[in-house]
């Protein structure tokens, strides 16, 4: 999609820290880090929220969740712990209208509830 940041991503029209890729998903580092370890993991294909994941998207979702936790090995944070977090729509916290895991590690985190 054209003026879809993270599609800009995925096409590397413009640039990202990419920690991890393969045929359906990237990897790259949060611009704006919440903690030490602040990735996000996303599908190549543009799906704006997690409300317009269809059935035959479900392979893929878990994919993502792969994804997530090789880069928490990675990264150094799986034993001592991580969250994945995405958020849909305004009162969601939803910004960026690309579907996204956070994976944020490296320190205590709080508040899982907002
Ligand atoms: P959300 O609020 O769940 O939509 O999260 C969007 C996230 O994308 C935020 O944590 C932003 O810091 C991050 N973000 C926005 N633009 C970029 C970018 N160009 N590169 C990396 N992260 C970005």
Redesign the pocket.
């Known amino acids: 999609m054209t003026d879809c940041?993270f599609c800009k991503?995925v096409e590397k029209k413009?640039p990202?820290n990419i920690v991890y890729e393969d045929e359906l998903a990237i990897g790259?580092?949060?611009?704006?880090p919440q903690a030490p370890v602040h990735i996000?993991v996303i599908p190549r294909k543009h799906i704006p929220t997690i409300l317009d994941i269809s059935e035959e998207d479900s392979m893929l979702m878990g994919h993502l969740i792969e994804v997530c936790k090789k880069i928490a090995r990675d990264k150094g944070i799986a034993k001592t712990g991580f969250r994945i977090i995405t958020?849909c729509n305004p009162e969601g916290?939803?910004?960026?209208y690309h579907v996204?895991l956070?994976v944020l590690g490296g320190r205590q985190l709080h508040g899982p509830f907002g």
């Open positions: 940041i991503i413009i990202s790259f580092a949060d611009v704006s996000l958020n916290g939803q910004v960026v996204h956070h």
